[in-house]
């Protein structure tokens, strides 16, 4: 079946324009994730939902990003008054519970200019 | 402060020999680890898994070992293949609510012919 899919593959964008990332999980996954990762290091947790609500969202670094999941499936995160410091490529995930292995999408490269 | 460590940046082995790719986590009550590997461009793909009631967990030629004791484990590849050459990332199951994953810098695998 259909893996995670995220679109743009790329964006390209200048500081302090607004950026939305959209994220179509595994169909009947509950959960979803987005993550941050930037070069060098590990994917970084940012957001969770479970359903259409955001379960935790102690990974979002300030307010100037947010993320919605209205019905339950498709998700965006969306990020205000971009700065360069939010270049990175954003992964999303989606799983099952109670099986917790996540399945990743390729990732959106956002690179700031 | 680093949850989960992969010491080594980078390992190089010749194809037919084992892979040991390492990592250490912090917190003892971390109670579900995995395994990710990640080629260029791509999002992460789960390779496995191993629950804390396990030491070990074995498909095909990947085997991962769990040490509680020194909160150590480690991914076995055997015998190692020029397609195997990727960064591996550990990763352990932050749970208490949020199923978020933390993961390691990831250790860049490079298996010769």
């Known amino acids: 079946g259909a893996g995670v899919s995220q679109t743009p593959s790329n964006k390209v964008t200048e500081k302090g324009k607004y950026v939305e990332l959209r994220c179509d999980p595994i169909?009947?996954?509950?959960?979803l994730y987005w993550y941050r990762q930037s070069l060098g290091q590990g994917p970084e947790f940012l957001i969770y939902?479970?359903?259409?609500?955001?379960?935790?969202d102690s990974g979002l670094p300030n307010d100037r990003f947010f993320a919605v999941r209205p019905e339950g499936s498709v998700s965006t995160l969306k990020i205000q008054r971009t700065e360069r410091g939010d270049s990175a490529v954003y992964l999303c995930?989606?799983?099952?519970?109670?099986?917790?292995?996540?399945?990743f999408g390729p990732g959106t490269r956002l690179t700031v200019l | 402060d680093q949850q989960v460590k992969q010491n080594s940046p980078s390992l190089s082995v010749q194809e037919g020999r084992i892979s040991i790719l390492n990592c250490d986590y912090t917190?003892?009550?971390?109670?579900?680890f995995l395994w990710y590997k990640k080629y260029p461009a791509e999002g992460p793909t789960f390779l496995i898994s191993?629950?804390?009631?396990?030491d070990k967990n074995e498909d095909g030629r990947f085997t991962v070992f769990l040490n509680k004791s020194a909160k150590h484990l480690s991914l076995h590849i055997v015998p190692s293949q020029p397609g195997d050459s990727a960064v591996y990332f550990c990763?352990?199951?932050?749970?208490?609510?949020?199923?978020?994953?933390?993961f390691g810098k990831g250790t860049k695998l490079t298996v010769n012919p």
């Open positions: 939902f479970q359903g259409t609500g955001a379960a935790d």
């Open positions: 990763a352990v199951l932050s749970q208490g609510g949020s199923e978020k994953l933390v």
């Open positions: 191993i629950s804390s009631i396990k």
């Open positions: 169909s009947g996954h509950t959960a």
């Open positions: 995930a989606s799983s099952s519970p109670p099986v917790s292995t996540q399945y």
């Open positions: 917190n003892s009550m971390f109670d579900y």
